[in-house]
T-cell receptor
Framework: SQQGEEDPQALSIQEGENATMNCSYKTSINNLQWYRQNSGRGLVHLILIRSNEREKHSGRLRVTLDTSKKSSSLLITASRAADTASYFCLIYGQNFVFGPGTRLSVLP | GAGVSQSPRYKVAKRGQDVALRCDPISGHVSLFWYQQALGQGPEFLTYFQNEAQLDKSGLPSDRFFAERPEGSVSTLKIQRTQQEDSAVYLC???????????FGQGTRLTVV
């Protein structure tokens, strides 16, 4: 069973808008990693945030981590149609479990 | 190799057949993970190795599933007497020392007919 939860399950936005996805977890973590998966393709690593970090940036991606609330968020700014994919958080702690994912659709 | 390599990419098995799925991790990576991903779902953890030691196999769904990594490098996931519910993509990942990024292979798509 998965120990992570993500919301929303699905998100549909217009190109140029920002997209925010959230991941919550139950146990203590070493780090939390975000991945993208295009339909039928492999998992692409996006960003890793360690338990002692609060925020990280990579290009149009911004990840935050709130260990007191046991939650993380992924923000994609100025979205593009090519960002259409499923996004998963990987909770790297006592276990190594994924959240159920958010299916993002960016409409041109 | 440059990344995690899995073979075969696709496998069709008749119900009751045994299958073996191979994972070549990134050279030098000590941690290796196996996941099962059903269509439209997130990856589900199966098992975890640190070098040759299988430290966690809590996700293996039944005793028909067996994984090994005898020399701390290549790993094999074996499924005995396959059932239709075993149909899924099996993903392998590896990471280096100290809880670093996990890199995933392209997966093996298993279809049991």
């Amino acid at each position: 069973s998965q120990q992570g939860e993500e919301d929303p399950q699905a998100l549909s936005i217009q190109e140029g808008e920002n997209a925010t996805m959230n991941c919550s977890y139950k146990t203590s973590i070493n780090n939390l990693q975000w991945y993208r998966q295009n339909s039928g393709r492999g998992l692409v690593h996006l960003i890793l945030i360690r338990s002692n970090e609060r925020e990280k940036h990579s290009g149009r991606l911004r990840v935050t981590l709130d260990t007191s609330k046991k939650s993380s968020s992924l923000l994609i700014t100025a979205s593009r149609a090519a960002d259409t994919a499923s996004y998963f958080c990987l909770i790297y702690g006592q276990n190594f479990v994924f959240g159920p994912g958010t299916r993002l659709s960016v409409l041109p | 190799g440059a990344g995690v390599s899995q073979s075969p990419r696709y496998k069709v098995a008749k119900r009751g057949q045994d299958v073996a799925l191979r994972c070549d991790p990134i050279s030098g990576h000590v941690s290796l993970f196996w996941y099962q991903q059903a269509l439209g779902q997130g990856p589900e953890f199966l098992t975890y190795f640190q070098n040759e030691a299988q430290l966690d196999k809590s996700g293996l769904p039944s005793d028909r599933f067996f994984a090994e990594r005898p020399e701390g490098s290549v790993s094999t996931l074996k499924i005995q007497r396959t059932q239709q519910e075993d149909s899924a993509v099996y993903l392998c990942a590896s990471s280096g020392q100290g809880a670093t990024e996990a890199f995933f292979g392209q997966g093996t798509r298993l279809t049991v007919v």
